[in-house]
């Protein structure tokens, strides 16, 4: 077993090394196997709780290689690497065995194996897989399964409470509506002044966060059936909602936001509300207890029409066509899920299941963690399916979605008319035809 964490290459600099002898130079070709032994190599993020890669490079992964005769490497790289790498390592042809992105990655099912003999397997042992697993890696129209999911991550609100509660919500908001008030207190109050932290740039949080706005008022970027919906009254009702939210509560800051500024902004003491990850909160426990003790969490905000917000990070692990060991990458993705309880404690319970009957006493860990304060701070997750759902609601994450999505065309529709750059209607009007567009190319 060995274990590398590198700084990943951009696909400019992948491609130059295209060549079997340039690959093999750079860590990525097949080596001949000493004594018969295998090789799997996996390639994934670089986890935002510490003590997760610890367990899985240093004991799952381990132990799986030493049962499996196999040498298992795992290459670690950011957020911000995994979609060039991705394209480098399809343009190269070459690469890791298992390759997780963290949306669902339809664009790349020409590219990859069906996964539906492994879902098979993992059934046989823990049974069906939830929803918004299915719907993140299932193609209804070729029938086929271009990726394997394991685990997504609950994206609920992280609130200062000793700043909510002097405005009228000691228990953060509940609601859009909520926010909007309780915000812009804080943010006009001289004595507090802190801003609202909901990202509208170009990266992952704000994806996230503009979609559960976008559903939560009734609107989507498309249908049940995959046909493009985002020219609404709902989504012109959500857009103007944002561009009253920034106005009154934020500061441009968020324009230039990458996935790991709001995180900061709120640790630092800095903003007054942000939705993320738990990573949020752990990260406070292990290095502020007192801000640990101010952040809590609340579920996702009811909008007009429901409450729902999209997973934070969906984890979507990949098997290449051209991968080397396709049988074990195989092997590894069930033999993983059999270990998956171990997984969601090591991760601090960041990764949730997609397979729920691999943590059958997940509402019992949830509702008291002794590293919480309070110990039940994290139960607001007990009942997450009940409000998380795809990229690509009511739909698929199609092909289509995943452009649509890696290219950031609704966080562009919000941040326009924000910045009143676009009015409302023309700002929803140029997404949707950008959606039309992506949806059109996707069909032909």
């Keep these: 077993m060995s274990r590398r964490r590198t700084g990943g290459m951009t696909r400019r600099d992948f491609v130059k090394v295209a060549g079997a002898g340039a690959l093999a130079a750079a860590g990525l070709a097949p080596r001949r196997a000493r004594a018969q032994q295998k090789t799997l190599r996996i390639i994934q993020w670089s986890h935002f709780v510490p003590g997760y ?6 004991v799952f992964t381990k132990q799986w290689g030493e049962k499996h005769d196999t040498q298992v490497i795992v290459d670690h790289i950011s957020i911000g690497e995994i979609n060039a790498r991705a394209a480098a390592e399809v343009s190269a042809g070459a690469g890791h065995d298992l390759f997780m992105f963290l ?20 059934e046989r042992k823990h049974g069906k897989p939830i929803d918004l697993g299915v719907k993140s890696t299932y193609n209804p129209k070729s029938k086929r399964y271009f990726a394997f999911s394991d685990s997504f991550v609950p994206d609920p609100g992280n609130y200062r409470q000793d700043l909510w509660e002097k405005v009228g919500f000691p ?17 006009g109050d001289k004595a507090m002044g802190n801003p609202c932290g909901l990202g509208l740039s170009q990266e992952l949080d704000t994806n996230m966060a503009v979609r559960a706005l976008l559903w939560s008022f009734g609107a989507s970027e498309q249908t049940a059936d995959g046909k493009p919906s985002l020219d609404s009254k709902a989504t012109r009702d959500a857009v103007k909602f944002m561009r009253d939210l920034y106005k009154q509560s ?29 990573s949020v909160t752990r990260t406070a426990e292990k290095d502020n207890p007192d801000m640990s ?10 909008g007009p029409a429901k409450r729902l917000a999209s997973e934070h990070v969906m984890s979507c692990y990949v098997i290449w066509r051209f991968a080397q060991n396709l049988d074990g990458a195989k092997q590894f993705l069930v033999d993983y899920i059999d270990a998956f309880g171990e997984a969601f404690k090591a991760s601090e319970f960041y990764n949730f299941p997609c397979f729920t009957q691999t943590v059958p006493d997940l509402k019992a860990l949830v509702s008291n963690d002794p590293k919480a304060s309070p110990p039940d701070k994290y139960v607001v997750l007990a009942n997450a399916l009940e409000w998380s759902t795809n990229v690509g609601y009511p739909g698929y994450a199609t092909a289509a979605v995943d452009e649509i999505f890696n290219t950031f065309v609704l966080p562009t529709m919000f941040a326009k008319a924000a910045r009143d750059e676009m009015s409302v209607d023309d700002a929803v009007k140029a997404a949707d035809q950008e959606v039309r567009r992506i949806m059109q190319k996707w069909t032909r």
Excluded: C, M
Aim: proline share 6%.
């Design 103 to 122: 949306s669902p990655p339809a664009a790349y099912e020409d590219k990859t194996i069906d996964h539906s003999e492994i879902y098979q397997q993992v």
């Design 250 to 278: 934020e500061t441009a800051e968020v324009f230039t936001w990458d996935p790991s500024s709001n995180n900061r902004a709120i640790l630092s003491g800095k903003v007054s509300y942000v939705a993320n990850a738990i």
């Design 171 to 187: 228990k953060g908001p509940s609601t859009w509506a909520d926010l909007l008030k309780g915000a812009t207190a804080i943010r």
């Design 53 to 58: 890669d610890k367990w899985f490079d240093g």
């Design 293 to 302: 003790r101010k952040i809590q969490l609340v579920p996702a905000l009811a």
